[in-house]
């Protein structure tokens, strides 16, 4: 038997070095404190918001920013920087567990198209290339009227409209690993397919699809953030930043700070993960195989 | 290629329709209907028929340019789309093309000139384009151009003033993307070995840049610009909405909140087809500019 060196499985790499690494520059720095504050602000939003995000005070209706109503108030006296804040929960955990779903069920799809071949994976590249030629709004759309307004069902909807994207990419990574000197030596050593799946393949496939997975975060956001627009997302009194600029529409002459702050949180975020996940990219020396063909 | 799929994106549009919640025949009874009406309702629109026998009908008149009444709006399908689809190819076609070509010029712009700064704002545009979200841009536009300049219409479709702003937030998107994959495309192309050999005989900055670099870069450009047909068809779904103006986006997610299944069925078959015509003029144009491409496929 040969001994082989323990070396640090991709897990590891992942969660310890290429992180902390990204951190290295100035870009990662802001980019990745500023996500971590938004995460921070969404955990303890209760202990954070100066006012309760349903109180209404219609006497204190749309007014502009000022002490102590910092971002103004909406059209029902609603404090927006509270809003806000509560309304970080509502979108970061409704677009990550979305993402989650989609990237489970995306490897597994895709890991099984690109192992197993053959008629299976044409079938499923198919459907998925359907998918993947219409835009996410479109596909996001028909499935939250499918199933009706609400979170649960924008949740799903996102992670039905960023589906194609994870299976692809996991199927591209699995069939260019198959062919790798590596694995053919682990078939020749009698390693059962189930073993190469999970303890080769997989592993080395994963870190593109988490970096890809936390820029669809973003995506995710800005869809959410769409749908609540349409008034198809969060119902009313939930705070989430699409459903504050829908309500705010109505008020775009009277009160336009309504529509702007959610806006630009909801881009601040979104840039904050891109830049971020660039970052990633760049530490863990994968932008060549972030490509899904 | 091209006829299977389009058959499998009928029958997954048919399907996905008929899975909607709510039934067009409640909105359509008189409050008060007995279960007679409602059944002879159910007849006159066929839904009484299996879903099957459903299909085949619904395919064989499409083959006749007949996409069935609207059953809330009460007028042919065929219609209503015509009376749509000139505003949404008007305002798809312009805020294609001016992506097309303002997004191609900065990618350019930023991949040649060694400006630090330049660099900066283009690459700060490309991320900005890349993440704000459509509507939101769209509202910031009607603030600015419409309350508060007064330059423009905040809403409607009366006049080409009114095109402005809708054009300007799909190609705000669309320059940030068409920008990002010239300058990469560009980049890529600069360091490979026959331009090397085109600055060692002479020939200058320019003409290299004009005659070999660009049709080098252009591939992977307008391979991307195919694709981003239908993506440019999604967000003026968005920008329709929030701009108030007739077109294929505003119909559908109107035929949508009133469950008018015929509609929707149109809409989402003429985007489907609109990405798949997009995709093939892509596959085209890519044979047409790469020489290696034209000869596999002879």
């Not at chain 1, 050593?189 to 999970?198: E, M, S, V």
């Not at chain 1, 393949?201 to 769409?226: K, R, Y």
Request: some cysteine.
């Amino acid at each position: 038997m040969i001994a082989i060196k323990k070396t640090k499985s991709v897990y590891q790499r992942l969660a310890g070095l290429s992180v902390v690494r990204a951190f290295g520059s100035t870009m990662g720095k802001i980019s990745g404190g500023l996500m971590i504050l938004l995460v921070f602000v969404a955990i303890f939003a209760p202990w954070i918001a100066p006012f309760d995000y349903a109180s209404q005070d219609l006497l204190n209706a749309n007014l502009a920013p000022a002490w102590p109503h910092v971002l103004g108030t909406d059209e029902f006296g609603r404090d927006v920087l509270s809003r806000l804040i509560y309304g970080a929960r509502t979108s970061l955990s409704v677009s990550a567990t979305a993402i989650f779903i989609s990237i489970t069920a995306g490897m597994t799809l895709g890991a099984a198209a690109g192992y197993f071949g053959g008629t299976f994976e044409r079938v499923v590249m198919t459907v998925v290339d359907l998918t993947w030629s219409f835009p996410d709004i479109l596909i996001a759309l028909i499935f939250v009227a499918i199933l009706g307004p609400g979170l649960t069902s924008t949740m799903f909807a996102i992670a039905i409209a960023y589906l194609a994207q994870f299976t692809r990419l996991t199927r591209a990574q699995i069939v260019r690993l198959k062919n790798e000197t590596f694995i053919e030596a682990t078939i020749n050593l009698g390693a059962k397919p189930r073993h190469i799946l999970w303890r080769h393949l997989l592993p080395n496939a994963l870190s593109p699809v988490i970096v890809v997975g936390m820029l669809a975060i973003g995506d995710g956001i800005v869809l959410e953030a769409t749908l609540g627009f349409f008034g198809l997302g969060a119902q009313p009194p939930t705070p989430s930043w699409g459903a504050m600029m829908s309500s705010g529409t109505a008020q775009l002459f009277l009160a336009p700070w309504v529509i702007i702050f959610p806006g630009v949180v909801v881009a601040l975020t979104v840039i904050s993960v891109n830049l971020f996940g660039d970052e990633l990219i760049n530490s863990l020396d994968i932008r060549e195989r972030m490509r899904e063909d | 290629m091209l006829i299977p799929v389009s058959i499998a994106i009928s029958m997954v549009v048919f399907m996905i329709v008929h899975l909607l919640p709510g039934d067009p025949i409640d909105n359509l009874l008189r409050i008060g209907s007995s279960p007679e009406d409602r059944a002879l309702m159910v007849a006159k629109y066929g839904l009484d028929q299996p879903l099957f026998t459903q299909y085949f009908l619904w395919m064989g008149a499409m083959f006749q340019g007949d996409f069935g009444q609207a059953i809330v709006l009460r007028r042919p399908v065929i219609d209503l789309i015509g009376q749509n689809l000139p505003y949404s190819l008007v305002l798809g076609g312009l805020a294609f093309a001016f992506s097309s070509i303002v997004g191609m010029l900065l990618g350019t712009v930023s991949a040649v000139v060694k400006n630090p700064i330049l660099e900066r704002f283009v690459r700060g545009f490309i991320l900005l384009g890349s993440t704000v979200p459509g509507f939101w841009l769209a509202l910031l536009l009607i603030l600015a151009f419409s309350v508060t300049l007064g330059w423009f219409p905040v809403s409607g479709a009366k006049n080409w003033q009114s095109l402005v702003l809708p054009v300007l937030t799909i190609g705000f998107g669309g320059v940030a993307l068409v920008a990002r994959v010239t300058r990469v495309a560009l980049q890529d192309a600069m360091r490979e070995d026959f331009v090397m050999l085109l600055h060692a005989k002479g020939l200058s900055p320019g003409v290299i840049l004009i005659k070999h670099l660009i049709p080098h870069a252009l591939l992977p450009v307008v391979t991307i610009l195919a694709l981003r047909i239908g993506w440019i068809l999604g967000g003026a779904v968005t920008v329709e909405f929030v701009f108030g103006r007739p077109g294929l986006g505003s119909l559908l997610i109107r035929a949508i909140g009133q469950r008018d299944y015929p509609v929707v069925q149109g809409c989402l078959l003429m985007l489907a087809l609109a990405v798949m015509i997009g995709t093939l003029i892509g596959d085209l144009a890519q044979a047409s500019l790469d020489p290696r491409v034209r000869e596999n496929k002879s």
